[in-house]
């Protein structure tokens, strides 16, 4: 309970910190490369805390199976995926917001939105949670954290080979 706390009280500190610094351009004239050294940190804070939301629905998928340490019985930990679809629904509009300024691509863009449909179909479409949907719950999250990693470790790499392009001349 106080690990996730603290992971809240990271979480809230970091977008309130993203906004601050994303409006302060207007009050106090950033140069170029301490902008972008701002926007390519928010771009991996909010990437991060992506995964973080979806291993947390990992573990949430997984909490009814009886050989795992967090196993729960009752099944109202799945209302937490609606808290997550949330947050995720933040991360997704911010990093619209930041597609303004980095190249990142239509896919990383979007994958919060799919990451929240995907994950909440399950839980809308059999409300008893059988194990057929807590698998495909399990197989979803899997994939949605592999494909996070990937394309924010290809369009990382492509930010950071235009600065350098942008540098050089």
């Not at 994303?22 to 991060?48: E, G």
């Not at 949430?60 to 947050?87: D, K």
């Not at 057929?132 to 369009?155: A, H, N, Q």
Request: charged share 15%; with cysteine; aromatic share 14%.
């Amino acid at each position: 309970m106080y690990i996730s706390i603290i992971i809240s009280i990271i979480f809230w500190t970091g977008i309130l910190t993203i906004i601050t610094a994303l409006t302060l351009d207007k009050f106090k004239p950033i140069d170029k490369k301490r902008k972008l050294l701002i926007w390519k940190l928010s771009f991996a804070f909010l990437n991060f805390f992506l995964i973080l939301n979806l291993v947390g629905s990992l573990f949430i998928y997984t909490s009814l199976f009886r050989f795992v340490p967090w196993y729960e019985p009752c099944g109202q930990q799945f209302l937490i995926i609606f808290i997550y679809a949330t947050i995720i629904l933040l991360i997704g509009i911010l990093q619209l917001f930041l597609g303004k300024f980095l190249a990142i691509s239509k896919i990383l863009k979007y994958l919060p939105f799919i990451s929240i449909v995907t994950l909440c179909s399950p839980i809308l479409i059999d409300g008893s949670l059988s194990l057929t949907m807590r698998i495909i719950g399990i197989v979803i999250c899997l994939i949605l954290i592999c494909s996070v990693i990937l394309f924010f470790i290809k369009d990382f790499k492509k930010i950071n080979s235009n600065e350098l392009k942008n540098q050089n001349q």
